[in-house]
């Protein structure tokens, strides 16, 4: 994060368009696990308000 922005510039896309044969990256099963936390606390939030 203290690196400056010229360098980080063109590392971030090989970053993004990474191979599909690549094993699958920890930030994104991070960002999927928060995703499907938050997804379903929203859902038991929204259920126990409804049928409170």
Avoid: C, W
């Avoid at 971030?12 to 699958?24: A, G, K």
């Amino acid at each position: 994060m203290q690196e400056p922005p010229v360098q980080s510039a063109p590392d971030r896309p090989r970053q993004v368009h990474r191979p599909p044969s690549s094993n699958v990256d920890p930030k994104a099963m991070l960002l999927a696990a928060i995703a499907l936390v938050a997804v379903v606390g929203a859902m038991y939030l929204t259920i126990h308000l409804v049928f409170r």
